[in-house]
């Protein structure tokens, strides 16, 4: 396995506890998912494989190596990466879909891809990355998502979303 065969699902903080557990910040997309083997992507392009004993409230992992959480806090910038088909497998198993790389039309034109994916709850939102390089969300609802057709999003009633 390539390093470009990972994709960043979050980052490690700077502190471990007295418990052993490493501070966490996940992409949007990965709040409440639980995480087992992760690989670590230090700043100097070092790269470990370690599996989590536990994950309080997705803010704090314990790393089966205390050494290895001690190196990540030191280093303050380790990237939490997984591989595609485990992210893919992951979106699965909470019935959410991959929208990522899509391109997303209104109005007869391509305004953007989906940069990003998440799950609020109530329902599946894209974060697109406009061709002006703007960001918008656009909740994925038969209000606005008029249809998906193989790697098209075709929308509706997002000139406000657009606007803000």
């Known amino acids: ?12 903080g700077k502190f471990v506890d007295s418990d052993g557990y490493i501070s966490f910040k996940p992409n949007k997309i990965f709040q409440s998912f639980s995480l087992q083997d992760v690989f670590l992507f230090f700043t100097d392009h070092s790269v470990k494989y370690v599996k989590i004993e536990d994950n309080l409230n997705d803010k704090m992992l314990k790393i089966d ?25 992951l ?15 209104f109005a007869d034109s391509i305004i953007g891809k989906v940069k990003e994916t998440f799950f609020n709850n109530a329902q599946n939102i894209l974060i697109v990355e406009l061709i002006n390089g703007n960001e918008i969300m656009i909740p994925v609802v038969d209000y606005y998502v008029e249809q998906i057709e193989g790697n098209e ?12």
């Open 1 to 12: 396995m390539e390093i470009s065969d990972l994709i960043a699902i979050g980052k490690l």
């Open 65 to 89: 190596d205390l050494e290895i959480a001690r190196d990540a806090a030191e280093d303050g910038k380790v990237l939490v990466m997984l591989p595609q088909e485990d992210i893919t497998m």
């Open 91 to 105: 979106l699965d198993e909470h019935d959410i879909s991959n929208y990522t790389g899509m391109k997303v039309h």
């Open 153 to 164: 999003i075709y929308t509706k009633n997002i000139k406000g979303l657009m606007n803000l």
